[in-house]
């Protein structure tokens, strides 16, 4: 079992403009082979933003990858640009293979 | 849902160190009111670290800091203390809210 994440900080006062954009889209990730289970995370308030994370597993890193590289994965972030002026930098992608606990 | 994350940078060649001190750990989390589920994971690898984090599934952010003031809380921290020739530096705690997607 394989966890992706990608940490965003985002600009203090734009967490629920930040959350209406994925809950407002359309990944059709339920249909994507290997695919298991998606979570938006809200972690800690800073200073100069509040953390949050995508929180996605997947039976394997493998799986993730052709995700990757699929026409899927091209559509589902055909509109990344928009919203620049929620987010503090880039995302931070992290990727992590569970390797004690379930499965 | 609550996710308690506690992110840990492993000295380069400890990896199999630390992942033997969680594996042989005793915490008695399933008697813990509230507690769901426990992964440890294993992240990016750097030049300097291997990033691991815990990751302890909650009902509830309250549920998670009952625990941290319980008497099983500080059994299971007791030794915590050990094996410091494994870290780079202390772990860092991130707790996040499930926002969006399951529960």
Same mark, same amino acid.
Do not use: C
């Given at each position: 079992?394989?966890?992706?994440?990608?940490?965003?900080k985002?600009?203090?006062?734009k967490?629920?403009d930040?959350?209406e954009?994925?809950?407002?889209?359309?990944t059709?990730?339920?249909?994507?082979?290997g695919?298991?289970e998606?979570r938006l &995370?809200?972690? +800690?308030e800073h !200073?100069?933003?509040t953390?949050?994370a995508?929180h996605?597993i997947?039976e394997?890193e493998?799986?993730f990858?052709?995700?990757?590289?699929s026409?899927?994965?091209?559509?589902?972030h055909?509109?990344?640009?928009?919203n620049?002026?929620?987010? &503090?930098?880039? +995302?931070?992608? !992290?990727?992590?293979?569970?390797?004690l606990?379930?499965?």
């Amino acid at each position: 079992m394989y966890i992706a994440m990608n940490r965003f900080k985002i600009v203090p006062g734009k967490e629920e403009d930040f959350e209406e954009v994925w809950a407002t889209r359309d990944t059709h990730l339920d249909q994507v082979p290997g695919y298991v289970e998606f979570r938006l &995370l809200r972690g +800690p308030e800073h !200073e100069d933003h509040t953390l949050y994370a995508s929180h996605t597993i997947w039976e394997s890193e493998a799986a993730f990858r052709d995700w990757t590289r699929s026409e899927a994965f091209k559509a589902a972030h055909r509109n990344a640009g928009d919203n620049r002026g929620l987010y &503090l930098g880039h +995302p931070q992608f !992290e990727g992590f293979q569970v390797t004690l606990g379930s499965d």
